[in-house]
Protein backbone atom coordinates (compact mmCIF):
# COMPACT_ATOMS: atom_id res chain seq x y z
CA UNK A 1 0.00 0.00 0.00
CA UNK A 2 2.55 2.24 0.97
CA UNK A 3 4.41 1.64 -2.53
CA UNK A 4 1.53 2.33 -4.41
CA UNK A 5 0.67 5.73 -2.27
CA UNK A 6 4.60 6.69 -2.43
CA UNK A 7 5.68 6.54 0.87
CA UNK A 8 8.70 5.05 2.57
CA UNK A 9 8.41 2.61 4.89
CA UNK A 10 9.46 2.92 8.88
CA UNK A 11 12.74 1.14 8.16
CA UNK A 12 13.29 3.42 4.96
CA UNK A 13 12.30 6.80 6.99
CA UNK A 14 14.71 5.66 9.65
CA UNK A 15 17.87 5.33 7.32
CA UNK A 16 16.96 8.33 5.74
CA UNK A 17 16.83 10.42 9.04
CA UNK A 18 20.47 8.94 9.82
CA UNK A 19 21.34 10.23 7.08
CA UNK A 20 19.84 13.57 8.18
CA UNK A 21 22.10 13.72 10.25
CA UNK A 22 25.45 13.71 9.08
CA UNK A 23 23.72 16.02 5.62
CA UNK A 24 20.89 17.43 6.77
CA UNK A 25 20.32 18.98 2.85
CA UNK A 26 20.03 14.98 1.76
CA UNK A 27 17.17 13.71 -0.48
CA UNK A 28 14.38 12.07 0.22
CA UNK A 29 12.38 11.48 -3.23
CA UNK A 30 9.89 8.34 -3.65
CA UNK A 31 9.94 7.29 -7.85
CA UNK A 32 6.67 5.82 -8.34
CA UNK A 33 7.16 2.84 -10.97
CA UNK A 34 5.20 0.69 -8.61
CA UNK A 35 2.29 3.01 -9.11
CA UNK A 36 2.79 3.21 -12.86
CA UNK A 37 3.11 -0.63 -12.90
CA UNK A 38 0.04 -1.43 -11.06
CA UNK A 39 -2.12 0.86 -12.56
CA UNK A 40 -1.23 -0.41 -16.15
CA UNK A 41 -2.04 -3.77 -14.60
CA UNK A 42 -4.90 -2.24 -13.38
CA UNK A 43 -6.00 -1.21 -16.61
CA UNK A 44 -5.55 -4.48 -18.64
CA UNK A 45 -8.02 -6.32 -16.33
CA UNK A 46 -10.52 -4.19 -16.22
CA UNK A 47 -10.33 -3.63 -20.61
CA UNK A 48 -9.90 -7.77 -20.49
CA UNK A 49 -13.13 -8.04 -18.50
CA UNK A 50 -15.13 -5.32 -19.28
CA UNK A 51 -14.30 -5.28 -23.09
CA UNK A 52 -16.56 -2.27 -25.22
CA UNK A 53 -17.40 -1.29 -21.11
CA UNK A 54 -19.99 -4.96 -21.44
CA UNK A 55 -20.53 -6.80 -18.39
CA UNK A 56 -19.03 -10.13 -19.46
CA UNK A 57 -21.98 -12.73 -18.85
CA UNK A 58 -23.40 -14.85 -21.98
CA UNK A 59 -25.77 -17.63 -21.52
CA UNK A 60 -26.00 -20.38 -24.07
CA UNK A 61 -28.13 -23.74 -24.37
CA UNK A 62 -25.95 -27.06 -24.35
CA UNK A 63 -26.01 -28.94 -27.46
CA UNK A 64 -28.89 -31.32 -25.20
CA UNK A 65 -30.74 -28.97 -23.67
CA UNK A 66 -31.75 -30.89 -20.35
CA UNK A 67 -35.60 -31.18 -20.06
CA UNK A 68 -36.08 -29.22 -23.22
CA UNK A 69 -36.42 -30.02 -27.06
CA UNK A 70 -33.26 -31.46 -27.88
CA UNK A 71 -33.62 -29.50 -31.44
CA UNK A 72 -35.88 -26.72 -32.65
CA UNK A 73 -39.93 -26.77 -33.00
CA UNK A 74 -41.18 -25.68 -35.98
CA UNK A 75 -44.72 -25.79 -37.21
CA UNK A 76 -45.81 -28.15 -39.89
CA UNK A 77 -45.79 -26.44 -43.59
CA UNK A 78 -48.69 -28.05 -44.65
CA UNK A 79 -50.70 -26.51 -41.41
CA UNK A 80 -48.84 -23.23 -41.47
CA UNK A 81 -49.05 -23.03 -45.20
CA UNK A 82 -50.29 -19.24 -45.56
CA UNK A 83 -52.36 -18.54 -48.56
CA UNK A 84 -49.94 -16.86 -51.84
CA UNK A 85 -52.00 -13.98 -52.12
CA UNK A 86 -51.08 -12.91 -48.70
CA UNK A 87 -47.27 -12.71 -49.94
CA UNK A 88 -48.22 -10.57 -52.80
CA UNK A 89 -46.38 -7.25 -51.79
CA UNK A 90 -48.13 -4.81 -53.91
CA UNK A 91 -51.66 -5.43 -53.57
CA UNK A 92 -54.19 -4.24 -56.43
CA UNK A 93 -57.54 -2.47 -56.47
CA UNK A 94 -59.75 -3.79 -54.66
CA UNK A 95 -57.95 -6.07 -52.33
CA UNK A 96 -59.37 -5.05 -48.95
CA UNK A 97 -56.04 -4.08 -47.77
CA UNK A 98 -56.59 0.35 -48.57
CA UNK A 99 -54.59 2.14 -46.18
CA UNK A 100 -56.59 4.11 -43.68
CA UNK A 101 -55.88 7.72 -43.14
CA UNK A 102 -53.14 8.24 -40.62
CA UNK A 103 -52.10 4.77 -40.48
CA UNK A 104 -48.27 3.99 -40.12
CA UNK A 105 -45.42 1.14 -39.83
CA UNK A 106 -46.99 0.08 -36.29
CA UNK A 107 -50.71 -0.15 -37.85
CA UNK A 108 -50.04 -1.75 -40.66
CA UNK A 109 -47.94 -4.42 -39.21
CA UNK A 110 -50.19 -5.02 -35.75
CA UNK A 111 -53.37 -5.81 -38.92
CA UNK A 112 -50.80 -8.22 -40.76
CA UNK A 113 -50.16 -9.85 -37.34
CA UNK A 114 -53.87 -9.79 -36.68
CA UNK A 115 -54.60 -12.17 -40.26
CA UNK A 116 -51.39 -14.60 -39.45
CA UNK A 117 -52.95 -15.64 -36.52
CA UNK A 118 -56.11 -17.33 -37.82
CA UNK A 119 -53.73 -19.51 -39.82
CA UNK A 120 -51.18 -20.05 -37.19
CA UNK A 121 -53.97 -20.67 -34.55
CA UNK A 122 -54.56 -24.46 -33.05
CA UNK A 123 -51.04 -25.57 -35.00
CA UNK A 124 -49.53 -28.44 -34.37
CA UNK A 125 -45.44 -28.46 -33.14
CA UNK A 126 -43.49 -31.01 -34.03
CA UNK A 127 -39.55 -31.69 -32.54
CA UNK A 128 -36.70 -31.53 -35.60
CA UNK A 129 -35.43 -29.67 -37.87
CA UNK A 130 -37.91 -27.51 -40.48
CA UNK A 131 -37.50 -29.10 -43.86
CA UNK A 132 -38.19 -26.31 -45.71
CA UNK A 133 -37.62 -23.10 -43.52
CA UNK A 134 -39.14 -20.34 -45.74
CA UNK A 135 -42.26 -22.18 -45.65
CA UNK A 136 -42.00 -23.46 -41.84
CA UNK A 137 -41.22 -21.06 -39.43
CA UNK A 138 -38.54 -21.90 -37.06
CA UNK A 139 -38.41 -21.96 -33.23
CA UNK A 140 -35.23 -22.75 -30.90
CA UNK A 141 -37.11 -22.59 -27.25
CA UNK A 142 -33.91 -23.19 -25.69
CA UNK A 143 -32.09 -19.87 -27.26
CA UNK A 144 -34.83 -17.82 -26.60
CA UNK A 145 -34.76 -18.83 -22.92
CA UNK A 146 -31.31 -18.27 -22.76
CA UNK A 147 -30.97 -14.60 -24.66
CA UNK A 148 -34.34 -13.73 -22.26
CA UNK A 149 -32.31 -15.25 -18.95
CA UNK A 150 -29.30 -13.34 -20.17
CA UNK A 151 -30.68 -9.98 -20.66
CA UNK A 152 -32.13 -10.08 -17.30
CA UNK A 153 -28.70 -10.90 -15.26
CA UNK A 154 -27.33 -8.18 -17.01
CA UNK A 155 -30.37 -6.01 -16.37
CA UNK A 156 -30.04 -6.84 -12.29
CA UNK A 157 -26.47 -6.21 -12.59
CA UNK A 158 -26.26 -2.91 -14.05
CA UNK A 159 -28.78 -1.95 -11.49
CA UNK A 160 -26.91 -2.56 -8.76
CA UNK A 161 -23.72 -1.14 -9.91
CA UNK A 162 -21.55 -4.17 -10.76
CA UNK A 163 -19.03 -2.80 -12.68
CA UNK A 164 -18.02 -0.34 -10.03
CA UNK A 165 -17.92 -2.79 -7.14
CA UNK A 166 -16.05 -5.25 -9.29
CA UNK A 167 -13.35 -2.14 -10.57
CA UNK A 168 -12.83 -1.55 -6.79
CA UNK A 169 -12.41 -5.48 -5.74
CA UNK A 170 -10.39 -5.45 -8.60
CA UNK A 171 -7.79 -2.11 -7.86
CA UNK A 172 -7.46 -3.96 -4.19
CA UNK A 173 -6.67 -7.35 -6.43
CA UNK A 174 -3.57 -5.59 -8.07
CA UNK A 175 -2.60 -3.44 -4.98
CA UNK A 176 -3.17 -5.67 -1.90
CA UNK A 177 -2.82 -8.65 -3.94
CA UNK A 178 -6.77 -10.18 -3.16
CA UNK A 179 -10.08 -8.45 -4.41
CA UNK A 180 -13.14 -9.61 -2.26
CA UNK A 181 -16.55 -9.68 -3.38
CA UNK A 182 -19.87 -11.00 -1.80
CA UNK A 183 -23.11 -12.29 -3.49
CA UNK A 184 -25.04 -13.00 -4.64
CA UNK A 185 -27.71 -12.08 -1.93
CA UNK A 186 -31.19 -10.45 -1.55
CA UNK A 187 -31.88 -6.92 -1.11
CA UNK A 188 -35.55 -5.61 -0.72
CA UNK A 189 -35.43 -2.60 -3.00
CA UNK A 190 -37.97 -0.12 -2.23
CA UNK A 191 -39.69 1.58 -5.73
CA UNK A 192 -41.79 4.57 -4.91
CA UNK A 193 -44.78 5.01 -6.52
CA UNK A 194 -47.98 7.22 -6.55
CA UNK A 195 -51.50 5.65 -7.83
CA UNK A 196 -54.37 7.72 -8.05
CA UNK A 197 -57.28 6.86 -5.99
CA UNK A 198 -60.25 6.43 -8.38
CA UNK A 199 -63.04 7.55 -5.76
CA UNK A 200 -60.85 10.24 -4.23
CA UNK A 201 -58.86 11.53 -6.81
CA UNK A 202 -56.30 11.93 -5.12
CA UNK A 203 -52.63 10.72 -5.40
CA UNK A 204 -51.25 8.10 -3.18
CA UNK A 205 -48.12 6.74 -2.30
CA UNK A 206 -48.38 2.89 -2.80
CA UNK A 207 -44.18 2.16 -2.54
CA UNK A 208 -43.92 -1.29 -4.49
CA UNK A 209 -40.70 -3.85 -2.59
CA UNK A 210 -39.35 -6.28 -4.32
CA UNK A 211 -36.33 -8.43 -4.02
CA UNK A 212 -33.32 -7.91 -6.15
CA UNK A 213 -29.75 -9.90 -6.40
CA UNK A 214 -27.10 -7.41 -4.84
CA UNK A 215 -22.87 -8.19 -5.42
CA UNK A 216 -21.00 -6.17 -3.67
CA UNK A 217 -17.17 -5.41 -2.86
CA UNK A 218 -15.45 -6.49 0.39
CA UNK A 219 -12.50 -4.36 1.71
CA UNK A 220 -9.82 -6.29 2.41
CA UNK A 221 -9.37 -4.48 5.61
CA UNK A 222 -12.95 -5.74 7.03
CA UNK A 223 -12.27 -9.00 6.11
CA UNK A 224 -11.21 -11.73 8.53
CA UNK A 225 -11.14 -15.38 6.75
CA UNK A 226 -9.99 -18.48 8.58
CA UNK A 227 -6.70 -18.25 8.58
CA UNK A 228 -5.98 -21.76 8.23
CA UNK A 229 -8.11 -21.94 5.01
CA UNK A 230 -5.83 -21.94 1.62
CA UNK A 231 -9.12 -20.99 -0.48
CA UNK A 232 -12.68 -19.60 0.66
CA UNK A 233 -14.67 -22.80 0.18
CA UNK A 234 -12.38 -24.50 2.63
CA UNK A 235 -12.80 -21.78 5.53
CA UNK A 236 -14.57 -22.73 8.75
CA UNK A 237 -15.53 -19.28 9.06
CA UNK A 238 -15.44 -15.74 7.67
CA UNK A 239 -16.37 -12.59 9.93
CA UNK A 240 -16.72 -9.17 7.91
CA UNK A 241 -16.56 -5.68 9.48
CA UNK A 242 -19.13 -3.16 9.08
CA UNK A 243 -19.01 0.56 10.40
CA UNK A 244 -22.18 2.36 10.45
CA UNK A 245 -23.55 5.40 11.09
CA UNK A 246 -26.52 5.64 13.10
CA UNK A 247 -28.85 6.57 10.33
CA UNK A 248 -27.24 3.58 8.54
CA UNK A 249 -27.80 1.26 11.78
CA UNK A 250 -31.20 2.20 11.67
CA UNK A 251 -31.92 0.82 8.10
CA UNK A 252 -31.11 -2.52 9.31
CA UNK A 253 -34.32 -2.92 10.71
CA UNK A 254 -36.37 -2.76 7.37
CA UNK A 255 -34.24 -5.92 6.85
CA UNK A 256 -35.40 -9.39 6.94
CA UNK A 257 -34.33 -11.45 10.16
CA UNK A 258 -32.98 -8.01 12.21
CA UNK A 259 -34.26 -8.06 15.68
CA UNK A 260 -35.82 -4.25 15.46
CA UNK A 261 -36.06 -4.33 19.70
CA UNK A 262 -32.66 -4.70 19.60
CA UNK A 263 -31.59 -2.75 17.62
CA UNK A 264 -33.58 0.57 18.49
CA UNK A 265 -31.93 0.08 22.23
CA UNK A 266 -28.72 0.38 20.79
CA UNK A 267 -29.58 3.31 18.79
CA UNK A 268 -30.82 4.65 22.56
CA UNK A 269 -27.86 3.87 23.78
CA UNK A 270 -25.37 5.39 21.40
CA UNK A 271 -22.26 4.40 19.64
CA UNK A 272 -19.85 2.43 21.88
CA UNK A 273 -15.97 3.43 21.38
CA UNK A 274 -14.53 1.73 18.58
CA UNK A 275 -10.55 0.36 19.08
CA UNK A 276 -9.31 1.70 15.97
CA UNK A 277 -6.90 -0.86 14.40
CA UNK A 278 -3.20 0.21 13.70
CA UNK A 279 -3.56 0.33 9.82
CA UNK A 280 -6.52 2.59 9.93
CA UNK A 281 -5.24 6.10 10.38
CA UNK A 282 -2.46 5.49 7.75
CA UNK A 283 -4.54 4.31 5.25
CA UNK A 284 -7.35 6.81 5.42
CA UNK A 285 -4.63 10.17 5.76
CA UNK A 286 -6.15 10.66 8.98
CA UNK A 287 -4.60 11.75 11.93
CA UNK A 288 -5.57 13.57 15.39
CA UNK A 289 -8.90 12.44 15.35
CA UNK A 290 -11.47 11.12 17.98
CA UNK A 291 -10.87 7.42 18.60
CA UNK A 292 -14.45 7.71 19.92
CA UNK A 293 -16.23 7.84 16.99
CA UNK A 294 -19.99 8.20 16.39
CA UNK A 295 -20.53 4.54 14.36
CA UNK A 296 -21.59 1.60 15.18
CA UNK A 297 -19.37 -1.64 14.78
CA UNK A 298 -21.21 -4.65 13.58
CA UNK A 299 -19.81 -7.79 12.68
CA UNK A 300 -21.11 -10.32 10.33
CA UNK A 301 -20.08 -13.98 10.65
CA UNK A 302 -20.77 -16.88 8.74
CA UNK A 303 -20.16 -20.40 9.91
CA UNK A 304 -20.37 -23.02 12.01
CA UNK A 305 -21.93 -22.84 15.57
CA UNK A 306 -22.60 -25.45 18.29
CA UNK A 307 -26.01 -26.86 19.13
CA UNK A 308 -25.20 -25.85 23.03
CA UNK A 309 -24.45 -22.52 21.67
CA UNK A 310 -27.69 -21.65 19.61
CA UNK A 311 -30.09 -23.26 22.38
CA UNK A 312 -29.72 -20.12 24.48
CA UNK A 313 -30.79 -18.32 21.14
CA UNK A 314 -33.73 -20.82 19.64
CA UNK A 315 -36.15 -17.89 19.55
CA UNK A 316 -34.36 -16.20 16.83
CA UNK A 317 -34.14 -19.27 14.70
CA UNK A 318 -37.73 -20.28 15.25
CA UNK A 319 -38.90 -23.64 13.46
CA UNK A 320 -35.74 -23.16 10.77
CA UNK A 321 -33.38 -25.11 13.05
CA UNK A 322 -33.22 -28.85 12.28
CA UNK A 323 -33.40 -31.63 14.44
CA UNK A 324 -30.41 -33.89 15.13
CA UNK A 325 -27.54 -32.73 14.30
CA UNK A 326 -24.38 -31.60 16.63
CA UNK A 327 -23.53 -28.10 14.89
CA UNK A 328 -25.24 -25.73 12.32
CA UNK A 329 -23.68 -23.06 9.39
CA UNK A 330 -25.42 -19.99 10.21
CA UNK A 331 -25.14 -16.04 9.63
CA UNK A 332 -24.74 -14.07 12.88
CA UNK A 333 -24.53 -10.29 13.18
CA UNK A 334 -23.73 -8.93 16.59
CA UNK A 335 -23.19 -5.61 17.86
CA UNK A 336 -21.43 -4.36 21.37
CA UNK A 337 -22.35 -8.15 22.62
CA UNK A 338 -25.98 -7.83 20.96
CA UNK A 339 -27.21 -10.10 18.04
CA UNK A 340 -28.90 -8.26 15.74
CA UNK A 341 -29.64 -11.25 13.50
CA UNK A 342 -29.31 -15.30 13.19
CA UNK A 343 -30.43 -17.38 10.58
CA UNK A 344 -29.53 -20.40 9.33
CA UNK A 345 -27.24 -20.65 6.35
CA UNK A 346 -29.94 -19.98 3.46
CA UNK A 347 -27.78 -21.05 0.85
CA UNK A 348 -28.39 -24.49 -0.49
CA UNK A 349 -25.93 -26.33 -1.54
CA UNK A 350 -24.18 -24.41 1.93
CA UNK A 351 -21.49 -22.01 0.84
CA UNK A 352 -20.34 -19.17 2.11
CA UNK A 353 -21.28 -16.48 0.10
CA UNK A 354 -17.60 -14.75 -0.31
CA UNK A 355 -15.25 -14.93 -3.32
CA UNK A 356 -11.49 -14.01 -2.88
CA UNK A 357 -9.41 -13.95 -6.03
CA UNK A 358 -5.39 -13.52 -5.69
CA UNK A 359 -3.57 -11.07 -8.30
CA UNK A 360 -1.05 -14.12 -8.31
CA UNK A 361 -2.05 -17.01 -6.25
CA UNK A 362 -0.31 -18.01 -3.10
CA UNK A 363 -0.53 -22.07 -2.14
CA UNK A 364 -0.72 -21.77 1.43
CA UNK A 365 -3.25 -19.35 2.18
CA UNK A 366 -5.99 -17.18 0.92
CA UNK A 367 -4.36 -14.10 0.14
CA UNK A 368 -2.78 -13.81 -2.63
CA UNK A 369 0.71 -12.04 -3.86
CA UNK A 370 0.25 -8.21 -5.05
CA UNK A 371 2.47 -6.61 -7.87
CA UNK A 372 4.08 -4.02 -5.32
CA UNK A 373 4.98 -7.19 -3.06
CA UNK A 374 6.92 -8.16 -6.43
CA UNK A 375 8.86 -5.44 -7.03
CA UNK A 376 9.33 -3.92 -3.21
CA UNK A 377 12.82 -4.59 -3.72
CA UNK A 378 14.11 -3.17 -7.03
CA UNK A 379 11.55 -0.55 -6.08
CA UNK A 380 14.09 0.48 -2.93
CA UNK A 381 16.89 0.18 -5.27
CA UNK A 382 15.58 2.51 -7.49
CA UNK A 383 14.96 5.57 -4.61
CA UNK A 384 18.46 4.57 -3.48
CA UNK A 385 19.95 5.15 -6.15
CA UNK A 386 17.97 7.75 -7.21
CA UNK A 387 19.02 9.88 -4.24
CA UNK A 388 22.28 9.69 -4.29
CA UNK A 389 22.34 10.50 -7.94
CA UNK A 390 20.89 14.00 -6.61
CA UNK A 391 23.04 14.20 -4.19
CA UNK A 392 25.65 13.71 -5.98
CA UNK A 393 25.13 16.30 -8.50
CA UNK A 394 24.18 18.70 -5.52
CA UNK A 395 28.25 18.07 -4.57
CA UNK A 396 29.80 17.43 -8.38
CA UNK A 397 27.86 20.51 -9.39
CA UNK A 398 29.33 23.20 -6.62
CA UNK A 399 33.01 23.98 -4.92
CA UNK A 400 34.09 23.48 -1.68
CA UNK A 401 36.85 25.34 -0.71
CA UNK A 402 40.18 25.60 1.52
CA UNK A 403 40.97 28.71 3.01
CA UNK A 404 44.62 29.08 4.54
CA UNK A 405 43.82 32.19 6.95
CA UNK A 406 47.63 32.48 7.62
CA UNK A 407 47.89 34.03 4.02
CA UNK A 408 45.36 36.33 4.28
CA UNK A 409 44.89 40.16 5.17
CA UNK A 410 43.34 40.91 8.24
CA UNK A 411 39.81 41.95 8.66
CA UNK A 412 39.02 40.10 5.60
CA UNK A 413 35.84 38.29 4.72
CA UNK A 414 36.16 34.70 4.27
CA UNK A 415 32.66 34.69 2.16
CA UNK A 416 33.19 33.64 -1.51
CA UNK A 417 30.54 35.03 -4.43
CA UNK A 418 31.28 35.82 -8.06
CA UNK A 419 33.93 38.46 -8.33
CA UNK A 420 35.41 38.12 -4.92
CA UNK A 421 38.68 39.51 -4.05
CA UNK A 422 41.09 38.16 -1.68
CA UNK A 423 44.19 40.12 -0.17
CA UNK A 424 46.76 38.12 0.66
CA UNK A 425 49.86 38.81 2.64
CA UNK A 426 52.95 37.22 3.88
CA UNK A 427 54.79 34.28 1.83
CA UNK A 428 53.78 33.32 -1.87
CA UNK A 429 51.19 30.62 -2.08
CA UNK A 430 47.89 29.75 -2.18
CA UNK A 431 45.42 31.32 0.11
CA UNK A 432 41.96 29.96 -1.77
CA UNK A 433 41.91 26.30 -3.00
CA UNK A 434 38.74 24.96 -4.38
CA UNK A 435 38.01 20.91 -3.97
CA UNK A 436 35.50 19.24 -7.31
CA UNK A 437 33.87 16.16 -6.66
CA UNK A 438 33.62 13.43 -8.86
CA UNK A 439 30.61 13.48 -10.37
CA UNK A 440 29.35 9.92 -10.59
CA UNK A 441 25.53 10.49 -11.72
CA UNK A 442 25.74 8.63 -14.79
CA UNK A 443 26.92 5.15 -12.95
CA UNK A 444 23.72 5.90 -10.59
CA UNK A 445 21.32 6.23 -13.28
CA UNK A 446 22.98 2.95 -14.99
CA UNK A 447 21.93 1.53 -11.98
CA UNK A 448 18.34 2.95 -11.79
CA UNK A 449 17.71 1.75 -15.19
CA UNK A 450 19.03 -1.64 -14.53
CA UNK A 451 16.25 -1.94 -11.27
CA UNK A 452 13.61 -0.44 -13.58
CA UNK A 453 14.60 -3.39 -16.03
CA UNK A 454 14.46 -6.12 -13.76
CA UNK A 455 11.06 -4.66 -12.34
CA UNK A 456 9.76 -5.40 -15.55
CA UNK A 457 10.92 -8.97 -15.60
CA UNK A 458 9.46 -9.41 -11.90
CA UNK A 459 6.20 -7.74 -12.63
CA UNK A 460 5.57 -9.13 -16.49
CA UNK A 461 4.35 -5.52 -17.33
CA UNK A 462 7.17 -3.96 -19.55
CA UNK A 463 7.44 -0.47 -19.46
CA UNK A 464 6.28 -0.06 -23.44
CA UNK A 465 2.95 -1.49 -21.68
CA UNK A 466 2.64 1.78 -19.58
CA UNK A 467 0.25 3.24 -21.92
CA UNK A 468 -2.72 1.12 -20.94
CA UNK A 469 -3.98 3.40 -17.68
CA UNK A 470 -6.63 5.15 -18.92
CA UNK A 471 -9.32 2.74 -17.85
CA UNK A 472 -8.45 2.98 -14.42
CA UNK A 473 -9.95 6.70 -14.42
CA UNK A 474 -13.11 5.43 -14.21
CA UNK A 475 -12.67 3.68 -10.85
CA UNK A 476 -12.67 7.29 -9.02
CA UNK A 477 -15.00 8.47 -11.09
CA UNK A 478 -17.37 6.01 -9.66
CA UNK A 479 -18.36 4.55 -13.69
Not at 142 to 169: P, S
Not at 172 to 197: D, F, I
Request: glycine share 6%.
Amino acid sequence: MRQWRGEHSPEEVAAINRRKERNPYTVENFIKITKTKATAALGQIIDLVFDNDRIPISIRPTTIPEGGVEDVVHLQAEQAKVPTEMLDPYGYPGDGNTLAPGADSKTMLGAMAAKLQKYLTDKKVVKGPSPDPQTSPVLTPAEDAAYRMEKTVIDQLEEQHFQRETRRAFWQMVVLGTGVMKGPMTKAEVSHRWVKNPYTGVNEYTPEVTKKPICTYVSCWNFYPDPYATRIEDAAYVVEKHRFSPDAFAELRRYEGFDKKTIDYLIAKGPAPIEREWWEDSIRDVTNTDSNMMQFEVKEYWGVLDKKFLASLREMLGDDIEEGLDQYHVNVWTCQGYVLRLIINPFVPMRIPYYAAPYEEHPEQIWGISLPQNMADVQRQMNVHYDMMVDNLAFSGNCVFEINETYLADNQDAGVYAGKIFRTTGPLGQAVRSINFNNTSQQHMMAFDKARQIADEVTGQPSYAHGGTSTTLQVTSGK
